[in-house]
């Protein structure tokens, strides 16, 4: 018998978590959807788009202290309570699975690695689950007013297995998974778009000489990826020069000095070599690394995008120009 | 699990001025000991560590000091950025960390029994040096072995102190763009060496470290040498941040430079255009 819970009763489960573990979810701030810590569990919203910044945050947080030393003395920095996302949707979950895969991957991160053990995931989907993505335990909501645990590991079992969820037949429709865009489409063929990235450097210069122009370098289109997670690391020194912090910050590859060595010389010190190297990464050397293109279709880079880049279209375009420039074969 | 982003405790055993602005830095363990590997070597010749010290950060140098050392590496600082400025005004017996070694180092397995021929200028010679070291160290394991080494002027050649004794071993063919009174060797580019060099090509490898205008040694030495590209190593230099292929910073075409490289076969990078 499937475990259901009532939308009515959610509040109740979130404010039983609390008891143990600092909740975050999705609720509305300044007309965003954002991650934030739940006080009041009713202001967690079960429906929505899509948050600002992706729950990246929790695990490679935009600023983490890796070390603190004082005195000589090296502290590692670590995670002080337990934590729970609760309200992840589809492409979120997602975005995290491949991100454990890409930090996990040896030599592991292990801030971020031990950022994962202390978390719960928990995804609540309007649509029906279908292949659960990840996590630890996915909602499905059922006829609008109740939810089906369905859990995925231990952790999720637990909470499944929790007063606030009833064994329950249930009778009610779920409604079908959503119609894929345009990009989640492309992404099937991760193959594709690689090879038409890699071709596009050469032979379709004009649209990142184009992209080049527009993009103004600010790096948001990073920031909101879900699966983005360049980094760079920098000390800070006290004054009396008694305490050092270590602290690690999201970068992005396609501000100006991200190549940058010592001594001046940039090795990608264009603007369309930068905007080209992000599109290369996730499309070509993800793929090549992890055999899949490191995006999930959420829309973030361009909602956000103060110059309107909206990676979607620039994709069709170099496919498109691709396919056309491949002599046709007859059979 | 060991936290591969953090740094051990080292401290400054011997300090050294090599040049104007380049210092050798001796640094010994503290508290732990290097592992060695089966071989006996504490890291591979090419390979890189991150030298950092609290408060300023961290940066890659290739270790100059021979693999077979245990108790201590050396690392030759130039004196470029931030980092490498403070890790100028420290004295002997200042404490550094280090991590690391990573990547991979110069096919070492792979050139027993071969003519070597190692090309490098300016800085680029730290980790041609431990390569040397290395040789020295199994000299009857190597046929004809060159080093191949260029700088702007006699005193910005860097361990000179060890020319003698490399001489005693290999063939060191040095060159100077800005040559002093009493200067013996060659003048001008590292890339009009070729006479020099008597090797058998098709039983030779080769190792570069060097800044750009290497490239020129590789196009009018070595293939007109009849060396092939595969049995050409690189070393890239890009910059490094977490060394464990996570940060981005160091990737060029499909490769990190921190976990496939630094050292490269010639023709795994010669098409990348970043």
Redesign the interface.
Known sequence: MPRVISQGNIPNLITDLKKSHDVFGPMEKDGEVVFGKVEDPTNVLLRYKTTLLPPKIFFLPPEEE??K?TN?R?Q?GRVEKPFIIFGLNRKDLEAIVYLDQ??G?K?????Y?NRRKSSILIGVFEEEVGVPPGGDLILEMVSGNDYRAIALTEKGRIIANSEFFKEGKVDGKVAPTETPSKLDQMLLDSELIAQAIKWS?ENYRQVWERLGKVCIGCGICTYVCPLC?????????SFD?SV?S?CRKW?A?TLPG??????GHN??PTQA?RYF?WFY?KF??AY?EFGQAQCVACGRCQKYCPAGIDIEKVLEEIIDAFQKAQPTRKF | MENSLHPKKVKIVRLEDMASNVKLFRLAPVGWKFPANKSGLIFTPGQFVLAGRWGAGEAPFGPASSPFEKGFIELGVRRVGNVTATFHHLREGDEMTLRGPYGNGYPIDFFQGKDVVMVTGGCGIPPIAALIEYIIARRESFGRVYLLYGALAPKDLLFRERFENWEEKIKLILTVDKPTPDWKGHIGLVSELTKEIQIDPLNTATAMCGPGPMTAALENILRPLGIADRRIFVSEERKMSCGIGKCQHCTTGDKYVCTDGPVFYYDQVQGNWD
């Open positions: 890796l070390f030393v000589g090296v590692e890409i930090m991957k030599p592991a991160d292990t801030f690695l450097r997670y360049c980094t760079s690391t920098e000390d800070k020194t020069q050092c270590r970068d590859c991200f190549a940058q060595i010592a001594g090795f990608r070599a190297n990464h070509v050397r090549k």
